[in-house]
Each structure stands twice: as C-alpha cells, then as structure tokens.
C-alpha cells in the first residue's frame, strides 16, 4: 500500500487548504483512514479519522473548521480545512489500516505553513 498526500501550501490565517492522500494497493472504502500532524517542536498528534465502518472523530480543536472524507471512486481521502489558524501549522501526514487503532501505512507528509 502506497499513500501519496498533495494540497499542502503556505497561506494566511482564516484561508482555507484541501489535502488529498492518493491510495494505491488497497481501497478505501474498507479500511480505516486517518490524517495526522506533528507541529513544529511537539509530537504527532491524530487530526481526524474515519473508521472501516464509516465514523468520524476530530480532534477538538480542528472540530467544525476541518471535514474528513473519504472519496471511493478516486480511492482517496480528504480533509477540507477552513478558517485556518497559525496553530495549524504542521506537517500532515494521511495514514491507512485495517483498524484505527493500528495504522500500518504512512504517506511522507505535505506541509501547511499558516501566517498571521
């Protein structure tokens, strides 16, 4: 399974970015998917998943500006981030498995660059 994540860019702060994780190998509609981030200094922390079964779980900061979704017909999955925040910024990374809580493949990450 290779993921491939595009859409990451430098923007300002209440803009909005897309990223998209290309999968291949596999397909999305039955396995679990997840983007994660790490920051600048700090650790890799889960941003948004969606199970096998179709839920979805967001981190509380990102909750009501970010949208997961997973796209069967491209066999790829998105996030759609509005109102973007300094605090944003981060390396994303999009990651695959058979369960949620055991992602055993990563995409090399695109980066968002969010400015004041």
């Known amino acids: 399974v290779q993921l491939v994540e595009s859409g990451g860019g430098s923007v300002q702060a209440g803009d909005s970015l897309k990223l998209s994780c290309a999968v291949s190998?596999?397909?999305?509609?039955?396995?679990?998917m997840a983007w994660y981030r790490q920051g600048p200094g700090k650790e890799r922390e889960l941003v948004a998943v969606v199970t096998s079964g179709g839920s979805i779980y967001y981190q509380d900061s990102v909750k009501g500006r970010f949208t997961i979704s997973r796209e069967n017909a491209k066999n790829t999955l998105s996030l759609q981030m509005n109102n973007l925040k300094v605090e944003d910024t981060a390396m994303y990374y999009c990651a695959f498995g058979a369960d949620y809580s055991d992602f055993k493949y990563w995409g090399q990450g695109t980066q968002v660059t969010v400015s004041s």
């Open positions: 190998g596999s397909q999305v509609s039955n396995n679990a």
